[in-house]
């Protein structure tokens, strides 16, 4: 492939040796990983000449590794490549190691190993009331052990003559609400 570097590999594989290339490419799409209704997921957008996709991947969290997860991904019709996997436990703080290896035009293009480390999204509990009635009057009656009287002839500093007075007519409660009725002099 001419994006990428060909290195020949000779190794031994239960005894038997293996000869062939190997392409690393940076110029696959990006592997987009989120974890979401209790599955981690992987998503490639799809690139001209690729037919198969593998995700490989492995949690590793504290050093440990876990055993790496090679799966093939599926083609969806909105042109991205897709895995969901929900056996892969997180807690928060895992990383998961990954990369994406594409079987096509190109022969196999290998893309670089990524990390991703799992911090989901901290949620708000229930709404509590932090503040509570401490009187209520629904007016009922009017309750002169719970109300005053203002008796004044204060004027508010508006050169207007007012004048409060005790008398019942002008303050009383009538279907729940409570009156107040002015007495013009």
Sequence with gaps: CREC?????????????????????????????????????????????????????????????????????????????????????????????????????????HSPVQHWIYAPTPTLGPRRTRGAVVYRDEFNSYDTNHWDTEVSMYGGMNWEFQVYTPEKYNVYSKNGNLMLKPTFT
């Design 5 to 109: 570097c060909e290195v020949m590999m000779l190794s031994a594989v239960l005894g038997v040796l293996v000869l062939g290339t190997v392409c690393l490419s940076k110029s696959l799409p990006h592997v987009e990983v989120f974890h979401q209704d209790g599955a981690v997921h992987f998503r490639m957008q799809h690139a001209p000449g690729v037919k198969v996709v593998h995700f490989n991947y492995q949690k590793t969290h504290d050093s440990k590794h876990t055993l790496p997860v090679v799966a093939k991904a599926q083609k969806d019709e909105d042109g991205f490549w897709r895995l969901r996997d929900d056996k892969l436990s997180l807690q928060p703080g895992d990383s998961v190691q990954y990369s994406a290896t594409t079987y096509g035009s190109q022969g196999k293009v």
